[in-house]
């Protein structure tokens, strides 16, 4: 299993969704319906908190972008030619791609895949590219949806961040989208984050629904190691919130999503009816998925398959040995464990029945024995043969997922 819980006994860090849920996002996968996602691992910037690939130098860029569509091509019999619901773009910083370099990537895509008619295209966009004329060369791509990374609607939290935009400069972006026609947007915020108050979280969160966009992911902040952040923080230049300030922050975010009408469809996901990400929730439902670019994974329900974490030989080894990537077979175990960690967070739930017949009987045993006492202390529920976490289990979501979890 790859995804390793923070198992300190901190609150904050259970209900640091954050932690699990944006990597989960790009990493755990299964079954039937399909998705692409593209690594692009470019950044203009380094942010203090965020350890995702990436690098800070282009110099590869044109060579990476090349070898993305060689890697396309190699991978054709992986989907088994089943239609493409999904397209996601992530990174690093894909609206760093002009709208040619864009178009070269979806071209071998529709030329090599049989991409659904329907198909959602994300791409992750950092507010300061979003000029004008850069939404207009982008709506000249098959994009549909844009998750844009706003992190805050302060500077002086933008500042600490080290973010490359301002908060007007967010607000005015997305505007901009919806004139050039963007109607599918999702926007990212961090909440927790050193001396972040409930009252500044309220007040970004009020400024969020006031853009009127559909979708909003809300990451409280996690210490990640290699980050600027942790450093600060083992330093005392930073301080952590308390647990307390977490769960009320965390509060206020439910209660104001739920005020404007967004369903928590995943702990740290949010969305309009009709607007839930097609790509996270294929994730979280399980689906097959094809994962292209340096340190993108990839899931055929039998098998994972992870490519190597490193620009330069990513490039020197696709199409040469081919040697750019492990491949893992899953155990029952990994897939109960996987379908546990993907499914409680999501309002979908547990299904034991789906246990029992996809992955193993004694696992479903297994569940409905260690799910017995949270339902007795009221932090899951049970309904028709599925586990949901309760209001009151949200906030030690991650204590009940490890404890689920077959070790
Ligand atoms: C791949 S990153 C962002 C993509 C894009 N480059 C950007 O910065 O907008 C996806 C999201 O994960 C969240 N994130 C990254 N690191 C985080 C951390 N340490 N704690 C909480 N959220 C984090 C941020 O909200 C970020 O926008
Ligand atoms: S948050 Fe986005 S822009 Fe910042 S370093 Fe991470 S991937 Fe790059």
Not at 29 to 58: E, N, R
Not at 195 to 207: I, P, T, V, Y
Not at 292 to 319: C, D, L, P, V
Request: net charge positive; charged share 25%.
């Amino acid at each position: 299993m790859f995804v390793v819980l923070s198992g300190k006994n901190s609150v904050s860090k259970l209900i640091s969704k954050s932690k699990i849920s944006y990597k989960i996002f790009k990493l755990i996968v299964w079954q039937v319906f399909i998705g692409i996602y593209i690594h692009i691992p470019f950044c203009a910037k380094k942010c203090y908190y965020c350890d995702f690939f990436m690098s800070l130098s282009l110099q590869y860029k044109e060579e990476y972008l090349q070898t993305l569509i060689k890697e396309l091509g190699l991978r054709k019999n992986y989907l088994q030619n089943k239609p493409v619901e999904t397209i996601y773009l992530g990174g690093g910083t894909p609206s760093l791609l002009s709208e040619k370099e864009l178009n070269e990537i979806f071209e071998q895509i529709y030329k090599t895949y049989n991409v659904s008619e329907k198909v959602e295209i994300t791409a992750e966009a950092n507010p300061d590219d979003l000029s004008n004329s850069y939404l207009k060369e982008l709506k000249k791509t098959p994009i549909n949806r844009l998750s844009i990374g706003i992190q805050s609607f302060f500077d002086d939290d933008l500042q600490m961040m080290n973010r490359r935009h301002s908060a007007e400069q967010s607000m005015f972006v997305v505007k901009k989208a919806q004139d050039n026609g963007f109607s599918n947007i999702s926007g990212d915020l961090i909440y927790g984050l050193p001396g972040m108050s409930s009252k500044k979280w309220k007040k970004n969160l009020n400024s969020f629904f006031e853009l009127k966009i559909p979708h909003l992911s809300a990451y409280h902040l996690t210490y990640e190691p290699n980050t600027v952040f942790i450093k600060r923080l083992k330093t005392g230049k930073i301080k952590e919130i308390s647990e307390e300030e977490s769960i009320i922050q965390f509060k206020i975010l439910q209660k104001e999503a739920k005020k404007n009408n967004f369903f928590q469809y995943e702990t740290s996901n949010f969305g309009k009816e009709g607007f839930f990400s097609k790509h996270n929730t294929a994730y979280w439902q399980q689906k097959h998925y094809l994962g292209i670019g340096a340190s993108a994974h990839s899931y055929n329900g039998n098998s994972r398959q992870f490519n190597i974490k490193n620009i330069k030989e990513y490039i020197k080894r696709t199409g040469e040995d081919n040697n750019y990537f492990k491949k893992e077979i899953l155990s029952e175990k990994d897939k109960y464990n996987d379908y546990i960690i993907t499914r409680l967070r999501t309002m979908w739930g547990v299904d034991i029945n789906f246990v029992k017949k996809k992955i193993c009987e004694n696992y479903a045993e297994f569940l409905v024995e260690k799910a017995q006492k949270h339902i007795e202390k009221g932090n899951l529920t049970e309904k028709k043969n599925i586990l949901y976490v309760t209001e009151q289990g949200k906030f030690i979501e991650d204590f009940i997922i490890e404890d689920l979890f077959y070790l």
